[in-house]
Each structure stands twice: as C-alpha cells, then as structure tokens.
C-alpha cells in the first residue's frame, strides 16, 4: 500500500471520469491557443507539438520507450500559479495511440522529485478513448511548527514534503508516462484547475498546546467534525439510533439467506459457491444455485492496535491502570517506518471502543451488528483479513486466507518481501498446512466461497523472478530447476555460452555464479522459465486447497503487482483471478492475453480527510460526498464488467489515526471510524447501488 511516487504503482494510482465541460468556476492554466509557444514545453524521450483536434487546439505528446518516465513538462507561464483556493488540477487526455496507455500528471512545487513536493494521479485509456485526469491537491497540514511527529503515513502538522505541495506556488505540471514497453501518442487539453478549497479545518494550537492531540476514544483533539463522539453517552445514542435504522431497514428484498439474487435466473443447486458464465457474464453461483455477485469488505473485525512506545505524551487518558480495558494492550511486530524490526507495545482503540459501546459482552454484540450492518447496507460477503468468530457465525458468506511462510528466492524483491521459492521442497508442505488449518472450518463450509492464497506477492517483471533465480547461491531449488532446463535445451554449455554471450566454464560453474545475463540474449530461456516458475506457484497452491476444500474455489492470490506471464499462470490454475485495485474505475479491465475468465477485486478503496483523519489512503477524495460517489462509479463499473464477479472494499474500519504498528498506514478509508459510527454518505451510496445490484448486472451492456 502506497503514496505519490513518481511511479506509483497500477493499482494504487488511476483517477479516470468521463471527459468532463470546463465549470465556470475553473482556472484555466493552459488552452494551447494561438500564442502558446510549443518551444516551452520541455520534453524527456517525446516529442510535442499543438494540434487541431474536435475540441479545438490541443498538444499531441508521442512518447520513446528509452527513459523510464517519457512525457512532456508544462512549465506555469509566469513561474508558478497560485491554486490555493482550488481543490485540483485536471486535463482532458485522448489516446490517439494504437494500444492502450496510462497518462501520468505530476503537480509540482520547486524541488519535486516524485516523491516529495508534488502529488500524482493517471488515468488509463483505450485507444480512441478521451477521459479527464485529475490531482488533489494534497496540502501540507496547517498547525504549529516544530512539533515532531512519527509513525503514520500522514500527519496533522507538517513533517515534510512526501506526497503534498503548498498549493500557492506550482511551479509545474509533468505528464509522463511509467516505465513503457511501447510508444504511445496521446493528446492533452482543458488544463485548469478547479473545485472550491474550502479552508483548513483545525482550530489553530500553539506547539506548546499541541500535546496530547489524540483524545481516550482515539480521535483526533484540536479539529472538530459531523459525528464525532464527545462522551459515552454519545455512543449508547448512536447505538440506539442505528438499532432502530437496521431493523427498519434489514437489506435488499432480492436476495435469498446467502445474499444471491432470489428473484433472477435459478442455476443448478450444487451446495458450494461455484463460477458460471450466464448471457456472455460471468457469475458466482450460491450454493442455492441462484445468481451471486460478492458485494464485500475485508477485515470484519480487525484489531485497531496502534504503538504506543515513545508516545507518553501523545495520548489523553490512555487507561493503563483500568483493568476493564487491560485487554487492549499488546504487542505487534513492525516492518516497516520509525518501528521497522522492533516488537513495540500497542492499544487497541477500536476494541476499547467496542466494549464503551456495547458492554461487557461487546465481541457478540458487535459481531451481530456487523453481520446486521453489512446486510442492511446492501452487501453479502465478509472478506479476506475478516476474524475467524465473525465470519464462522454462517450469516453471511465470507472468503477465507491461508498463508504460508517458505524459501525465498533469494535474489527476489517486493514490498512486502520476497518471492517464496515454489520448487523448494518445503513449499508444497506449507501450502497444504496452510489450508490444512481450514478443515472443519472454512473447508466444507457452504458459506465460504473460497480460499485467496498469500497477498500482493513481487511478481517483478516478466523475466525479475527468473534473473533472480540465477542470482541466488547453488542451492536456491529455483536455480537448479532453471539449469535442469537450460541443459536440457542446450547439452552442453558452449551452446549457452553462444546463445547469452557468457563464458561459464562448466554448468557447475554457472551454478556457482551469481552474476546476472544479459536480458536481451537471454530473453527467450529467462520468460520460458519465469512462465515455468509461476505455473508451479499456482499449480501447487491449487493442489493445496483442493485436497482440503475440494468444492470451493480457489481465489488466487490478491494481485497488487503483476506482469503478463505471472497473470496468464494464474489464469490457467484459478477458478477465479482476484487483483487489488486502487484506482477510480475498473470499468476498461482487462485481463492480459484477454483471457475469459471471472476476475474479483479483493481491495478497493476511496478516502477524504474531512472526518478528522490524516491520510486518505491510496485514492484520494475531497469530501465524503465524493467518496460517496466514487464507490458508486467504481461498483457500476464493475458490476458492468462482464468478466468482475465482485469486489471488496478495504476496509472495514478507519485505521488508527496514530498509524498501524506493521507498516504506519492511517488511513481514512473505513465504512466506520475508531468509535463504530458508520459514515453515512459511503452507506448510502453502498444501499443505493445494491438496490439494483443484479438487476443493473443482468442488463448492463
């Protein structure tokens, strides 16, 4: 999970909507016009020039594929704008290419690297397609300097200059394209900023006043906001208030006790979930046999621990003498930011908050409400990262993990560490161990639709795992199975050494190397193996949730990151692809090599920072209103997609605002906050869309 690089990964960046009209009350920053001079425009590995397009005058940029980030620079005219009353820069960009491209716009302040001073958002296109790019302006928080802050992704007083910008001086807009492996040619016009600023909204502190900022029920002290909880009284109300809204309002009338559609096409019942493909879309089937589309939200109930050492005084009230709140104080492990290898103490705000609001038998009563809540809201699955004593409760369907440590490859990379080594004896092993865990559980369980195996694993490039491989030492299991196949192809090692232009004396020497080939002549053997490699990864994870779980399906693996070879693998073994997909839309999908297969969306996500939190996660949003309407674009889109058999939205609750021990995520991005107050306008989005939900599928073209 991710922030404004200069690249930012695929799945977190896409910010797509129709190409939309100039509002009147844009700021037009360039309109190619007579008199714009096309000699300004700097330009990396592309060429510019202004063209008459339909809507009139525009920049054509065609872009080289020999620096990683090709595209054009638009210096500000006058040396910077002043957008301080906007809320984001936008352009109007055409593919005029013949495949299909991502277009970039970095918003830049003086000395922006990609990372720091500057914020990015991209768009994808087909060819002939026009859509509008927009940025938020991310602004360096308001409040007193010099108060020194650590642990979180996003803060309340500035810290430093990742992924914000002072509005007031953009010196700048970068439209590039990441890392391409073709040319494109597309057209950008309409640049302007638009959307009313509305102010900052902390009450100004001075630093010496600033401590403690986060109040006993976690939330933020010196900022005021529509729902936030001032007592406990407040939450015996609030609980009171939603009883009565989910009794009165239990759910969709269509759907049957698993949330398929009871009114729609009847398929045949076979007791399990299962994918079918139904009037050229593809379904899940419930174990009714009627027709299903996963409506979902991960980490139903997560802890919501955040660390507490070297914090004494960043808390009010923390009760560390009560005992009544004793059990929400533990420890986590970190690996990544300030904490990164240490095992730190923590406090679970939400599990205190839980048990102020529903009493002693809190785990019961909040499990009932979530079931209640996520069925009165539209949605019909409990997904991945969900508690085990929700999800077994059997009141609404759920997709279950296994997870697995083994080998890594050792020359591998990834976010979130490295590639498990599939042809290591240990593997298979701890696959079947991992579902092994499942029986009598999740194995067996009509409710459960299936199993995801591990998540967002570094899948690298088409060739990355294949060059690691013969990167790693002589006994990487990898390795050998790779030079198993290169003697079998080639016999003897003169015929590789002409093949890759290399000099290993023996194959017991190239055994011994760690030096990498050159990617060009080795191309062919690197991609044969790096396919071999993935089909084995999926294969043997298959076999593993099958043994256990011989009529569920096998999900995949939650694809953050992945190239082509690793996605035709998963094809091939899945019963259903899931990808992670952070981005405004997934309505121009597609899987590579246009395989027909079903496709579900394990992680989405939208966030604003106008309820009291720091960091809008990994797409942002300007208000919950829009976050309210972005849900709804990006579940139509899917569900008009007819490959998506569903998506799940991550997650369940806001992260702590103090950030999460593992990595400092806090995100803005819960259908509840730390106090369980769900935010009213994404549930009223999420009903609104479920009210037609399988009809809207059925009829969508």
């Known amino acids: 999970m991710l922030h404004c690089a200069m690249v930012l990964l695929a799945a977190v960046l ?9 509002a009147a009350g844009d700021l ?12 300004a425009v700097v330009a990396a590995d592309a060429r510019a020039s202004v063209v008459r397009s339909a809507g009139g005058p525009a920049l054509a940029v065609a872009t080289g594929r020999a620096d990683p980030f090709p595209g054009v620079t638009l210096k500000a005219p006058a040396g910077s704008w002043d957008l301080s009353k906007y809320e984001y820069v936008a352009l109007d960009v055409a593919n005029a290419g013949r495949s299909d491209v991502a277009v970039n716009l970095r918003v830049d302040n003086r000395g922006a690297d990609g990372t720091s001073n500057c914020c990015t958002d991209r768009v994808a296109l087909r060819p002939g397609e026009t859509r509008t790019l927009k940025v938020f302006l991310r602004r360096r928080p308001a409040g007193p300097q010099g108060v020194k802050l650590f642990g979180m992704r996003g803060y309340p007083v500035p810290q430093d200059a990742r992924g914000t910008i002072d509005p007031a001086a953009v010196t700048q807009l970068v439209v590039f394209v990441a890392r391409p492996s073709a040319e494109h040619h597309f057209q950008i016009d309409n640049v302007r900023a638009g ?10 502190v001075p630093a010496e006043q600033f401590f403690p900022f986060i ?6 002290v010196h900022r005021q906001w529509p729902g936030k909880i001032a007592s406990a009284a407040d939450m015996a109300e609030r609980r009171a208030q939603e009883a009565a809204d989910l009794k009165a309002r239990p759910g969709p009338r269509d759907g049957n006790q698993y949330g398929g559609w009871k009114a729609g096409p009847l398929m045949p019942a076979t007791a399990f979930f299962r994918a079918e493909k139904h009037q050229g879309k593809w379904w899940l089937v419930d174990p009714e046999g009627r027709l299903f589309w996963s409506h979902g939200i991960d980490c139903v109930i997560e802890n919501g621990a955040t660390p507490i050492d070297d ?3 960043w808390f009010a009230d923390l009760p560390a003498g009560d005992p009544e709140f004793k059990e929400f104080f533990g420890r986590a492990h970190a690996i990544k930011g300030y904490y990164t290898g240490r095992t730190i103490r923590t406090f679970d705000f939400v599990g205190a908050n839980l048990k102020r609001k529903y009493g002693p038998n809190w ?4 499990a009932e409400t979530a079931h209640k809540r996520i069925r009165s809201w539209g949605m019909n699955t409990i997904a991945n990262w969900s508690h085990p004593e929700i999800y077994l409760m059997r009141k609404t369907p759920y997709t279950a993990n296994a997870s697995f440590s083994s080998r890594p490859i050792v020359g591998s990379q990834g976010y979130w560490g490295q590639f498990k080594d599939p042809f290591a004896p240990e593997f298979a092993a701890r696959a079947r161990a991992a579902m092994a865990a499942h029986a009598g559980r999740g194995a067996g369980d009509p409710w ?5 195996v591990d998540n967002e694993i570094a899948w690298g490039d088409d060739v990355s795992l294949a060059l690691a491989a013969l990167q790693s030492p002589p006994d990487q299991p990898a390795k050998q199975a790779f030079i198993d196949d290169l003697k079998a192809r080639y016999q003897a090692i003169d015929k590789l050494n002409a093949a890759w232009g290399t000099s290993h004396a023996s194959w017991d020497a190239l055994a011994q190397s760690t030096a990498a080939p050159d990617k060009k002549r080795a191309a062919e053997d690197l991609g044969a193996f790096y396919s071999r490699l993935a089909e084995q990864y999926f294969r043997i994870c298959r076999q593993a949730v099958k043994e256990v779980a011989p009529k569920q399906l096998y999900l995949g693996c939650r694809f953050a990151w992945v190239n082509n070879r690793a996605a035709a693998a998963a094809a091939k073994y899945c019963d259903v692809v899931s990808y992670n997909q952070y981005r405004r839309s997934v309505a121009d999908f597609r899987l590579p090599g246009g395989a027909d297969m079903p496709v579900i969306v394990g992680e989405f996500h939208f966030g604003a920072l106008d309820r009291g939190m720091f960091h809008t996660g990994l797409v942002a949003c300007a208000s919950q209103a829009e976050r309210a309407a972005a849900y709804k674009d990006y579940l139509r889109g899917a569900l008009a997609h007819p490959q998506f058999v569903g998506t799940h939205w991550f997650k369940y609750q806001d992260q702590p605002a103090t950030g999460r021990p593992l990595d400092e995520e806090n995100y803005q991005i819960g259908f509840v906050d730390v106090c369980d107050t769900p935010y009213p306008e994404t549930v009223a989005a999420c009903r609104e869309v479920a009210s037609d939900m399988y009809k809207f599928r059925l009829d969508a073209k």
């Open 14 to 22: 896409a910010a797509a909507a129709p190409a939309a009209p100039r």
């Open 28 to 39: 037009v920053l360039l309109d190619f016009e007579a008199g714009f001079d096309a000699a």
């Open 195 to 204: 959307g009313a600023y509305a102010g900052p909204q902390d009450r100004p």
């Open 215 to 220: 109040d006993r029920f976690g939330q933020y």
């Open 311 to 313: 914090r004494d005084n």
């Open 363 to 366: 785990r019961q009563l909040s």
């Open 448 to 452: 459960c639709i299936g199993f995801f």
